[in-house]
């Protein structure tokens, strides 16, 4: 078996849809938020954490492993969930946005055959191809592979988005013929910009390939407004599949995780959580909170009132701030869980809305609890 | 309640005791080893973390929790228990062995009343005093509370130790008037360098003080030989009351430890088990291994076989591998259970081993197999 997506309930004023996805390595409803596990490990955190915060998939990095330890090596320590001790279901991005992001312009060249870098380690020349990245997705032997894609700059032109779009849509083409994981499902990738003539092609296109499932991707990178976010996601979703997952890359601010559900995402993925936590940021349902702030000195409150995570059932505000401000590493451990939980549970009150059809009600009462104290945190 | 020490065998061919500690907090068996949470966090571990190793007892620091967040703070969130949330056993050590080694010498001014000298984070001119120590161990509420002493370095004179060695003694006396908390037992230091005479006064003084405990210091300044450490302990031992408990400061080789035990001592306590962690190196039967070495590449074996701590029991030595040499900080994470749990298997293999008479048989076995690839890890 690949996977197994079911569409249980839909809501019924808006796209939103509540739904379970059947993996070889266990089910999970969506919507879901999935933890970034880049180099196979969520960063601070054990699979058992994961799972304690409702956390149903995980996403490990093909570029990052590619280049440490290598994916041979991940495959002879039995594949990324042996490797990395993690019995539930992971999902491997392509490589293709961190070659976009993480190479300097001056160092990359885009070519039919893929694209040449430096490696960001030690300046090594490097080609990551579509075939080479389903290779490697391969053998890391994640549940779900993603199709490797050119992901443009916010900035891109019209012009030169339609050449990529359908570069990444003969990218995806070389992949699924060279991939071979009878375990493993592939997902093809929605690209465009905010354009909805490019976003409903390259969807159609996409869609005849016949993926397991499908993303919408070139919505997270940095410039982009949320407004074309709204409409890469409003252009791309009409000529989905119904009966197949759908996935947003790369988002992972509340408020755009409830939008991707009214808009009928059922899956996504965010460094933010965690790296917001490193610096000492804690999402709550009244805005995000910085514990270098000194108002937090002796708050003996958790980090949020009434969330049942390990943090906010065990530590205050005041010992947070106290490892924040100290350096120590359990500081950005404890916030890490907190915010994961904080994102996973949204999905989850979702995923009640959903049935009970109060989805849009869901997120007005959200947004107004959310930009309360906004700006004074 | 303060605390009770119950010694209850004593190993027929050592020095070598097993007993209980009871505390307000707990009761543990020792011998034991007694991790180090300088900020009041054990770097990267939480309290139930500490707990599946089987740490007994847990060390904090009255320097740096002085400086951050500082005592008054910890004392309103109810003690450094609730703050930290851990409802074991704490000892807080003086501060002393802190204001000598941070502090540069030119930025140090001993004198009767204290030590002037500069906060190495800000610059900042403080003054530690005996009296001070002990009204901020009082507010921090540990369990124990250590008196402050001179920490001399190795290569001091007789000359100088015995000055400082009366000076600790009348520090100590001064602490010892201005201790108020109830529920806090208070403990004695003894000094002296590696002189018999000296040692000797030093314990026959401060026992004459009536402590709660004893605790020999000076052993783990940088540039102490081995023999001068086994040196301090045989001379003050023989000084040191049996019903009560006693304690080696700054120490945690392995081989050490089980000097330390067959010579008289009950507790201990070093940063060495959680700072070669994060330095990627851990502690096995057959030395430290270095996780940076590649021979560790696609080994599928625990760091230990056999050994039941959670890192062993569900992770690879290729996975830690990877996470040390990509600076994952679940590596040394992983790595401080490992070899927390390590010293404290330790302690508690001695502690058999004292019930049956074999403490010497458990030392040479050890060192054999310890020794065995020395060099080659």
């Given at each position: 078996m690949k996977i197994e997506y079911n569409l249980l309930t839909k809501d019924k004023n808006s796209q939103a849809r509540y739904g379970k996805l059947k993996t070889n390595y266990g089910t999970f409803e969506t919507p879901m938020f999935m933890p970034v596990?880049?180099?196979?490990?969520?960063?601070?955190?054990?699979p058992e954490e994961l799972k304690a915060v409702g956390s149903g998939i995980v996403l490990a990095n093909t570029y990052h492993l590619w280049l440490r330890p290598g994916e041979d090596i991940v495959h002879r320590c039995g594949g990324l969930h042996s490797f990395m001790h993690y019995d539930g279901p992971i999902l491997t991005d392509s490589g293709g946005f961190q070659v976009f992001s993480l190479a300097k312009n001056k160092d990359k060249d885009i070519t039919e055959e893929g694209v040449h870098f430096k490696s960001h380690i030690d300046g090594q020349n490097l080609l990551l191809t579509p075939e080479k990245s389903i290779e490697i997705q391969n053998k890391l032997d994640s549940d779900i592979a993603m199709s490797f894609d050119e992901c443009p700059?916010?900035?891109?032109s019209h012009e030169y988005l339609k050449n990529s779009v359908e570069r990444t849509l003969r990218w995806a083409k070389r992949g699924k013929a060279v991939h071979r994981n009878p375990n493993q499902a592939l997902f093809g990738i929605v690209q465009g910009g905010a354009y909805e003539d490019l976003r409903k092609y390259s969807a159609l296109e996409t869609v005849k390939m016949d993926f397991d499932g499908y993303s919408i991707g070139g919505?997270?990178?940095?410039?982009?407004?949320k407004e074309d976010m709204y409409k890469a996601i409003d252009y791309s979703i009409?000529?989905?599949?119904?009966d197949k997952v759908r996935y947003l890359m790369g988002v992972g601010e509340p408020i755009d995780i409830i939008e991707g559900v009214i808009r009928g995402i059922d899956i996504f993925d965010c460094v933010l959580p965690t790296r917001i936590a490193r610096h000492g940021q804690a999402f709550t349902r009244h805005g995000k909170i910085n514990?270098?702030?000194?108002?937090?000195?002796?708050?003996?409150?958790?980090?949020?009132?009434?969330?049942?995570?390990y943090t906010c059932q065990n530590y205050s505000k005041a010992y947070i701030r106290h490892l924040i401000t100290t350096d120590e590493m359990l500081g950005g451990r404890l916030l890490s869980i907190h915010n994961i939980r904080f994102l996973i549970k949204i999905t989850e009150e979702l995923r009640e809305a959903i049935k009970e059809g109060r989805v849009l009600e869901y997120k007005d009462n959200f947004i107004k609890e959310y930009n309360k104290n906004s700006g004074t945190n």
């Open positions: 596990g880049t180099k196979a490990t969520v960063k601070s955190l054990t700059p916010a900035s891109a919505v997270a990178n940095d410039g982009e407004s009409p000529y989905l599949p119904e514990f270098h702030n000194a108002k937090f000195k002796e708050d003996l409150s958790p980090v949020e009132e009434g969330c049942d995570c």
